[in-house]
């Protein structure tokens, strides 16, 4: 970028350059040949400093993209501090709320598949199997013959 810039500054001062030695021509052809390189030269400066602020605006966005990946990965490491990898009966895992950071929120399992993509994905039981509210993919843990509830994985987890 900072090549173009000096590249502009340098087809300006040329420019006007040019233009100060018009003044003294007295040859109309001489005159019109320098207003035309004059002109010539503008176009050239206006081009690279174009060029130059579309490099700018794209580096901004760039930088305003990386700011906001590094935002939703502090997010996402915040959230992941109040979970722990869990098996949720018969090698099935899933991600346990830590009970030590409930506060106001019931126990719950997250999907492991949404955790790492998108961020928590609250597992819904539906009988037969859990499903994730947001990647949709589906566990089916076992435990003693029948799918274990949150309760149960939650005291699995306490008497591993």
């Not at 090698?91 to 955790?115: D, E, I, N, T």
């Not at 994730?132 to 008497?159: F, W």
């Amino acid at each position: 970028m900072y090549a173009e810039i000096s590249s502009a500054i340098a087809s300006a001062k040329a420019a006007l350059e040019l233009a100060q030695a018009a003044k003294g021509l007295a040859n109309f052809n001489e005159l019109v040949s320098a207003v035309s390189e004059v002109n010539t030269r503008l176009m050239a400066a206006y081009d690279v400093a174009f060029a130059s602020s579309e490099k700018a605006y794209a580096l901004s966005e760039e930088v305003r993209a990386l700011k906001d990946e590094v935002v939703k990965l502090k997010d996402l490491q915040a959230k992941s501090e109040e979970y722990e990898l869990a098996d949720a009966g018969g090698g099935v895992f899933a991600y346990l709320h830590k009970p030590s950071m409930q506060g106001s929120k019931p126990r719950h399992l997250a999907c492991v598949k949404s955790f790492a993509e998108h961020g928590v994905g609250i597992l819904q039981n539906e009988r037969t199997h859990y499903r994730c509210s947001l990647c949709g993919a589906e566990i089916s843990p076992v435990h003693q013959g029948h799918m274990p509830s949150v309760q149960e994985v939650y005291d699995m987890q306490r008497s591993a």
